[in-house]
């Protein structure tokens, strides 16, 4: 079984839905991580979370929120999708050392067709 | 704040032949540097990481990558270029230190492996 699973693998829906990416991890990490990938541009950092209480924003958060249901879990929801939002998302989780350099390790993505 | 160019957004190389996928990075720290493969359909695989130590890095798959500080370059090569080699490259860099968390990646290079 993959180690960081995301669901759906691919959703289409329409501009103005409410839409929510979900991400699960077995490996126990405390990291996560929600990135986007559009051609051309490589990943950008949405939101990440370094623990249940701990939420922080990235490079291009608006327009999405996110909720750390339990260290396993990390959702992305779009409030109201329009069409540049159509890209593939990945989640990814790390874990941390102090001291250390912690390898994200990276679900197989989402992708998300705004129309 | 870091930033990551890589040059050329495609490479096509003959099987067999040298495969030199380059990475400049900018950094006000020192850097630890990452290069990731993505395959169709599938989410990033770390290929290999330089922290501290040795500025060669070998990395899974044949890959090697080397820290150059004086010309702030790690490029990705390999001696000999199977089919299977044939994906996306990306280049990422984080600042070293305690609580790097942030991956800031290059645009992705797609390399083709032409029989």
């Known amino acids: 079984d993959a180690d960081v699973t995301q669901t759906p693998r691919n959703r289409i829906t329409k501009t103005g839905k409410r839409i929510m990416l979900e991400c699960s991890q077995t490996?126990?990490?405390?990291?996560m991580y929600w990135y986007r990938q559009d051609p051309g541009l490589g990943l950008r950092l949405i939101y990440y979370?370094?623990?249940?209480?701990?939420?922080n924003k990235g490079e291009i958060s608006d327009g999405y929120s996110v909720s750390r249901q339990a260290q396993a879990k990390f959702s992305l929801s779009l409030e109201s999708a329009i069409p540049n939002q159509t890209a593939l998302y990945f989640c990814?989780?790390?874990?941390?050392?102090?001291?250390?350099?912690?390898?994200?390790?990276f679900g197989p993505g989402t992708r998300l067709t705004v129309l | 704040a870091q930033s990551v160019t890589q040059l050329g957004s495609h490479v096509s190389v003959s099987e067999g032949a040298l495969v030199l996928l380059r990475c400049n990075y900018s950094?006000?720290?020192?850097?630890?540097l990452f290069w990731y493969v993505q395959y169709p359909n599938q989410g990033l695989q770390l290929l290999l990481k330089?922290?501290?130590?040795?500025?060669l890095v070998k990395g899974i798959n044949g890959f090697e990558a080397e820290f150059k500080k004086s010309e702030t370059s790690f490029h990705l090569t390999k001696p000999s270029a199977h089919m299977s080699d044939a994906a996306e490259y990306f280049c990422?860099?984080?600042?070293?230190?305690?609580?790097?968390?942030?991956?800031?990646f290059g645009k992705g290079t797609k390399l083709s492996v032409i029989p």
């Open positions: 330089y922290t501290t130590g040795a500025t």
């Open positions: 950094s006000s720290v020192p850097p630890y």
């Open positions: 990422a860099v984080t600042a070293s230190g305690a609580g790097s968390y942030q991956l800031t």
């Open positions: 490996k126990g990490h405390d990291r």
């Open positions: 979370s370094f623990d249940v209480k701990d939420i």
């Open positions: 990814a989780t790390s874990d941390w050392e102090a001291g250390a350099v912690n390898e994200q390790f």
